[in-house]
């Protein structure tokens, strides 16, 4: 009697886990229509025709087994360079893009809908990506660096056409920027921090410009760098209390970037007589820098196939222009 009923008992066992197997596979959610318009402009906001917009649909069914899934439609924009994009998604999440010959590739940011009845709200919202044409990529020194200052003892002078510290901490050989740093740490949540920023010559300097860096067209920064409104320097702060958020001013929402003008020459009026400029995506000390080889040509488009720094890591190579 007691193996009968252990015999059924691994038998109602077995028949359950066949049901369970044979079970369809859970959805997020039933799919429902969303629909976005695209509209594609140039820099001067004129309509971009011929470019190829690319949306995807999430249409993920079960992410733990099969990861996401999307149903990416595309279209060719026409002489008022909008398309219209309509298909079902699982989840609201949206991704789009254009990309052109002769233009740089640009994506636009990540949209989540909201599911209302049978579809996805709002409907059909109106988004514009810029293309950015190729005009003159050129050679430059260009790094990812992510560093930490190794110590708080004083100035840190950076060689960009090197990658490295200056002598005796690296092999660098011209300061074209100097990092300082100040920490006064009397908790792990009660903290003052400042980076400084700083240059060699008179006439050096450095100055912002908001660009988000996940998403927008790949040339991030103007195409050429100015002439004028360069500082001496810049300070990054970051400052905790105990129960309190962290604060400063370095850049929490990642839109951050920098202009330079290193190895400066002045003449005997004080103005620019010889430049190098460069530029820098993202926050110290977590960004890729490039520098033009060329005195005062403020061209600011990298060819990533040209590289003048060699023998890079993987984590330290520059694709994006």
């Not at 488009?301 to 222009?321: A, H, I, Y």
């Amino acid at each position: 009697m007691k193996n009968t009923l252990i015999s059924i008992a691994i038998l109602f066992f077995g028949l359950s886990c066949m049901a369970f197997a044979q079970q369809p596979k859970p959805l997020i959610s039933a799919p429902g229509e969303a629909r976005l318009t695209v509209n594609i402009r140039h820099e001067d906001g004129s309509p971009v025709e011929n470019a190829t917009v690319g949306v995807s649909f999430n249409q993920t069914q079960n992410y733990w087994q099969e990861g996401h899934q999307f149903d990416t439609k595309n279209a060719q924009t026409g002489k008022t360079g909008i398309v219209v994009a309509e298909g079902e998604t699982t989840t609201g999440w949206i991704n789009y893009g254009v990309t052109k010959d002769g233009y740089y590739p640009s994506n636009g940011e990540r949209l989540i809908l909201q599911r209302k009845g049978t579809r996805y709200e709002p409907w059909n919202p109106t988004y514009t990506l810029i293309a950015k044409k190729i005009v003159k990529p050129i050679p430059m020194y260009a790094k990812r660096v992510e560093t930490a200052i190794p110590d708080f003892n004083g100035a840190l002078p950076y060689d960009l056409s090197v990658g490295d510290w200056v002598e005796p901490r690296g092999k660098g050989k011209i300061a074209d920027i100097v990092f300082s740093a100040k920490l006064d740490q009397r908790s792990e949540s009660d903290y003052d921090y400042a980076l400084t920023v700083s240059f060699s010559n008179m006439g050096d300097g450095i100055q912002t410009f908001d660009a988000p860096l996940n998403f927008g067209s790949e040339l991030k920064s103007p195409r050429y760098a100015p002439e004028e409104g360069y500082q001496l320097d810049y300070v990054q702060t970051r400052n905790r209390q105990p129960g309190q958020i962290e604060r400063g001013n370095y850049a929490q929402d990642g839109n951050r970037n920098y202009l330079l003008r290193v190895r400066t020459v002045l003449d005997e009026d004080g103005k620019v007589k010889s430049a190098q400029y460069g530029k820098v995506y993202g926050d110290f000390l977590n960004f890729t820098y490039y520098l033009n080889p060329t005195p005062n040509d403020r061209n600011m488009e990298f060819d990533p196939k040209r590289n003048l720094l060699k023998g890079l890591k993987d984590s330290e190579t520059v694709t994006n222009p």
